[in-house]
């Protein structure tokens, strides 16, 4: 018999709440919604698991594809051009922290290949930092020798593609800015011979990018010489601020600073606020499972308030009671997250082969690179995420039993007998 001194949470509260969560023929309504409650904190808590994932690898591949292949400090000049861009690139390269500085060419040209034609932008370096360009020397994919742009071009394989180009063949790269004659501005036409095909992830960046030497661009945009600016890569560019002031004063004459977070600031921002608006509605499934909860274990109380007298009269308190029907349904919460985390790291971890799977099925592709900018689907597990999602849920059911619980406990035996 138990008393007022029965230790919380005894063997025997265990024992009583398991004998109510295995349904008779005749509680088969409220098993019926015990398993739909349990699915659904499953399939709550993987959902969330998997977006956060898929959300976290896509921002993290989009950063290292953009900070590979961009400066993530642009030391640009006040007015007309540098005066040494030389001596401001070796200079910054000497700072502690500065992976690389080199001066960049950039201009937009019409492309043309046996395919078709398209607009690309230009990039040009000189050799020696050509071949230290992250996004061509570790690209995702590549096709010739890089060694070999010394006297030819790169292209990225989006714009390789479309415009039917192969490595050996030539491009013909159409500059706005003609030579001036007595008769007006002609086209500048010069055709280059590709001789390195990358692919850096990007859609976007595979398809519009040409890296050439600058001597060789030079020529072709005629900007006599001077570089648009100095580019400048370091080690750390989630932590840049402390690098902005030695930049600025390594350059030895006026400039100006544009970093990274300012060109691609609002589209991580836009990021950002995605993925909490898509946590904020993808709880909402694990809520509604919870409310599932609460209804299963109020029919639960309401069906079993003939046993709650009777053991009310053995001597059960009413805390007893209460840590009974809370373990029913912390019971279900608890194997409902448990089963969501297990389904949601098994299916991030596989997500890949998910993916060709379903391809294969539907005979098309879920994951489009020309819409959504990377070429594969990214997923990245963290251990925050999943602690916070199984908290999150565990949290919830845990309320959602407290009313029911707290109903069951105040029961009265006489009234609950009465017509027994």
């Known amino acids: 018999m138990a008393n007022a001194a029965t230790a919380p949470f005894a063997r025997f509260e265990w024992v009583i709440a398991g004998r109510y969560l295995r349904a008779r023929r005749r509680e088969r309504a409220i098993s019926a919604i015990t398993g739909f409650s349990l699915v659904g904190i499953m399939l709550g808590v993987a959902t969330l698991i998997v977006v ?125 800015r003609g030579l001036s004659t007595p008769f007006g501005r002609s086209i500048r036409s010069r055709s280059y011979t590709v001789e390195y095909v990358f692919r850096i992830g990007m859609h976007d960046y595979d398809r519009v990018f040409v890296y050439m030497p600058m001597a060789i661009a030079d020529l072709f945009l005629d900007k006599g010489g001077a570089p648009d600016g100095v580019e400048v890569m370091v080690d750390r560019p989630d932590a840049l601020d402390p690098m902005l002031g030695p930049i600025r004063e390594a350059a030895g004459e006026p400039v100006r600073l544009w970093d990274w977070r300012q060109a691609h600031g609002g589209f991580l921002d836009a990021l950002r606020i995605e993925r909490n608006v898509m946590f904020l509605i993808l709880t909402l499934i694990i809520l509604v499972a919870a409310l599932n909860i609460i209804s299963g ?26 840590r009974v029907f809370f373990l029913c349904g912390a019971t279900i919460g608890v194997a409902g997250t448990l089963l969501g985390v297990a389904l949601g790291v098994v299916f991030t971890l596989n997500i890949e082969i998910i993916q060709g799977w379903v391809e294969a099925l539907s005979g098309g592709s879920v994951w489009d690179p020309s819409v959504r900018v990377l070429s594969t689907l990214p997923a990245e597990l963290r251990a925050r995420d999943i602690l916070v999602t199984a908290g999150l849920a565990l949290g919830l059911s845990f309320l959602a039993t407290l009313y029911p619980a707290w109903r069951a406990a105040r029961l009265d035996p006489v009234e609950a007998l009465r017509h027994e």
């Open 297 to 322: 274990l109020i029919m639960l109380v309401k069906d079993k308030g003939r046993d709650i007298g009777i053991l009310r009269t053995m001597g059960l308190t009413r805390g007893a009671i209460l």
């Open 52 to 176: 956060m994932s898929v959300m976290n690898g896509f921002r993290d591949t989009l950063v290292s594809r953009i900070l590979g292949a961009n400066a993530h400090v642009m030391v640009l000049p006040v007015a007309g051009g540098f005066q040494d861009p030389d001596g401001i690139a070796a200079r910054v390269a000497a700072l502690p922290g500065v992976a690389r500085a080199a001066p960049i060419m950039e201009g937009q040209a019409l492309a043309s290949g046996p395919r078709g034609s398209g607009g690309v932008l230009i990039r040009a370096y000189a050799p020696e930092h050509l071949m230290s360009l992250p996004a061509l020397a570790n690209p995702e994919e590549a096709f010739g020798s890089l060694d070999a742009v010394t006297e030819g071009v790169a292209v990225g394989a989006e714009l390789a593609r479309e415009l039917g180009l192969r490595v050996g063949d030539a491009i013909t790269l159409i500059s706005p």
